[in-house]
């Protein structure tokens, strides 16, 4: 597999992401693709930064306790990458703005705690035919899935509806929540810049307890409610 060179940089620097939430997981993805050149970034999520969140959301800081989490993300992804423009929202995705913040982008990238939030941005993708990378972790364990969607198993295809023991609040480790977002980081470039294989019809499991990664088949549901009879 050949490297980026200069086309891939080149596709990097015209793209447009969405990336929601910013917290350990989206914070890590936003940082790397800024890294990397990606040209426009849109960060959605809502809320002020509290003394909580400093374990593993490295784009804040303490100086920034009480300000909206976005404010400070931007300004410190501004100061790693001048030239990337950073577009943010201070509210979470739902099925009400979902479609329009996919508008702006190319590829969207959900890391939000909440599966609700999770599914309207499927939908969403599904909806414009964007590419979507779902990002989670739990304690130790992450997954990392990509959805083409018409081509792949979208996320709605393995959780129609919410867990419903799901909780948005857990043990969160900074490490682990860093090792996942920097793999969907990873799947966004892959997918921009034309490198290597998507994890499309694939979901990456992980245990970093036991540093066990696995992939399985994830395998379209044709009656899936979001994507079924969807075909590119």
Not at 196 to 214: H, K, V
Request: proline content about 6%; some cysteine.
């Amino acid at each position: 597999m050949g490297g980026c060179g200069w086309a891939g940089q080149e596709k990097l620097k015209a793209a447009s992401v969405l990336v929601s939430r910013v917290g350990g997981v989206g914070g890590a993805v936003a940082q790397q693709l800024a890294a990397a050149g990606v040209g426009r970034l849109v960060l959605a999520h809502a809320g002020a930064i509290r003394p909580s969140d400093l374990n593993r959301q490295t784009l804040m800081t303490h100086a920034g306790v009480g300000r909206p989490r976005v404010e400070v993300a931007a300004e410190s992804l501004r100061r790693l990458n001048p030239r990337c423009d950073v577009v943010t929202l201070d509210e979470n995705i739902g099925d009400h703005n979902a479609g329009h913040l996919m508008d702006l982008v190319d590829v969207a990238v959900s890391c939000a705690p909440r599966f609700g939030e999770r599914l309207a941005m499927n939908r969403s993708a599904v909806r414009q035919g964007k590419p979507l990378v779902d990002c989670a972790m739990y304690e130790m364990e992450g997954q990392v899935l990509t959805v083409l969607p018409g081509a792949s198993a979208c996320l709605a295809c393995l959780y129609p509806e919410e867990p419903p023991h799901w909780r948005r609040e857990f043990p969160v480790f900074g490490a682990v929540a860093g090792v996942v977002g920097c793999l969907g980081a990873v799947e966004v470039i892959k997918l921009l810049a034309g490198l290597g294989e998507p994890l499309a019809g694939r979901l990456l499991l992980m245990d970093l307890g036991s540093m066990a990664f696995r992939r399985v088949a994830a395998a379209r549901d044709p009656a899936c409610p979001a994507c079924g009879g969807r075909i590119v």
